[in-house]
């Protein structure tokens, strides 16, 4: 149950966001609110207002980036001309059709999941167009390459503040969240790691919070690469300290992405890098084809695993059977999916839910069906080719490092969604920042030529 405290900063929040527009330049006020709210905002704390989705803390920082925006002049386009903007109608379209195909109710043993209505409709876009918001506003808003250096030294700063209840917790056990707000979310059994725990703090799981400590250690990664320190420790100590920090964290996962974009900021041009990026980001789309057809070794794979850590092998399979059950299911639907209200999930005969949804991707497959799933996606690989064929115009090498870096962050952030959910606000800033420093690339190119062409007599 949330306490006082968990409602009153929920409420005024969009007053601290008010203050955050003011305070600083509109790019950086948009990713310190942004992500500020993941960090900070208690997890699965949600409000229902009348003919309204649910807002919970990704949503009312959605609603009051745009609301103050439009108070003080800026406009929102969320829709500018453009290929992109065309993979976001398909994938708004395919919500209308998915509810339209969902209007029978489903009875399974006890449990009654009510048909979809028209009104499902209203609300279904409502809550899209709040979940999109990030990307909207980063790709009008964070468009200009110089945005980029200010950004990832928020992430190095937050990351920074961050390591002390990091640290509390993998001391004491991960508790912060119900000492502020008075709930505890997420498995506690699953925080535990070997004769530790790993620390969670406000983002609800242990598995995002290393995800994005990851990435803020990437950040720093590129600012070092550029030689900029952004603190009076040199950014070396701060990259070793934090390190440690990531490793008592006890996540492999993203020990080895921070690993990756080691050697690849260190070691490989930045035009590579990107490459590399979307052609491992195109995984995600062949990872549910080939559990579909049997051809994914998920067997071969746990037998592997077993030989170095049996612990690592038992969560590893729980995942995939978990998986093969959400996906058997959403192939009973499997063009446009199961849509809301927990028809995705599985029920056995008395009712009771079995899954539990891990991965994003199957989410997204199980709730919109294939075609919800590849606009989806697509959003993020269109982006990551936006990023790959314009790299090539931006002169300055250090802005060039920053570039990459943020497309490695995106790759690697949609390889993560595979196994876990993910941090989909963070995702769609990052990857709205891209596609509009890529299409801004673009025109300047265009108009470079125009320039440059002689007048026709």
Not at 28 to 33: P, S, V
Not at 233 to 239: D, G
Request: hydrophobic share 50%.
């Amino acid at each position: 149950m949330p306490n006082l405290f968990a409602n009153l900063v929920f409420f005024i929040w969009p007053l601290i966001v008010m203050w955050i527009l003011r305070r600083n330049t509109t790019a950086n006020a948009i990713f310190i609110a942004i992500t500020c709210s993941v960090l900070f905002l208690p997890s699965g704390f949600s409000f229902d207002f009348p003919l309204l989705p649910p807002l919970e803390r990704d949503s009312i920082t959605a609603l009051s980036l745009i609301f103050f925006l439009l108070v003080s002049g800026k406009k929102i386009r969320a829709f500018p001309p453009g290929f992109p903007t065309k993979i976001l109608i398909g994938y708004f379209v395919t919500i209308i059709i998915s509810v339209e195909l969902n209007t029978d109710p489903v009875m399974i043993g006890g449990r009654f999941l009510q048909g979809l209505t028209h009104y499902d409709i209203v609300s279904s876009l409502i809550r899209l167009f709040l979940v999109l918001v990030p990307f909207f506003l980063g790709r009008q808003y964070l468009n200009n390459l110089k945005d980029n250096e200010g950004i990832f030294k928020i992430l190095g700063i937050l990351g920074l503040i961050y390591t002390l209840p990091m640290l509390i917790e993998i001391r004491l056990s991960p508790q912060f969240h119900y000492w502020v707000y008075g709930y505890s979310t997420g498995n506690f059994f699953q925080m535990m790691r070997g004769d530790g725990y790993r620390p969670m703090v406000f983002l609800g799981h242990g598995l995002g919070l290393a995800f994005w400590f990851a990435t803020c250690i990437i950040a720093i990664l590129a600012l070092k690469k550029n030689k900029v320190r952004f603190t009076k420790v040199s950014t070396a100590n701060v990259i070793i300290y934090m390190l440690v920090v990531l490793l008592l964290c006890k996540t492999w996962s993203a020990m080895l992405y921070v690993g990756v974009a080691m050697y690849a900021i260190s070691k490989v041009q930045p035009l590579k890098q990107v490459k590399w990026a979307l052609l491992l980001s195109t995984l995600i789309l062949l990872y549910p084809l080939s559990k579909a057809t049997d051809v994914f070794p998920d067997r071969e794979i746990i037998s592997t695993i077993q030989q170095y850590s049996l612990e690592r092998a038992e969560s590893l399979d729980f995942r995939f059977v978990n998986e093969d059950l959400l996906l058997d299911h959403a192939l009973e639907r499997p063009y446009f999916g199961w849509n809301g209200w927990g028809r995705n999930r599985v029920y056995n005969q008395y009712g009771k839910d079995i899954t539990i949804t891990d991965g994003r991707w199957v989410i997204e497959f199980g709730v919109y069906g294939a075609v919800g799933f590849f606009f989806y996606y697509a959003l993020y690989l269109v982006t990551l080719y936006y990023a790959l064929k314009n790299i090539q115009y931006i002169r300055d090498p250090k802005e060039k490092v920053y570039f990459a870096t943020l497309a490695l962050i995106l790759a690697i952030g949609l390889i993560d969604s595979i196994p876990n959910t993910g941090m989909i606000s963070m995702h769609l800033l990052l990857a709205g920042a891209l596609l509009g420093q890529a299409e801004t690339l673009k025109k300047q190119q265009l108009l470079a030529g125009n320039s440059n062409a002689k007048p026709l007599n």
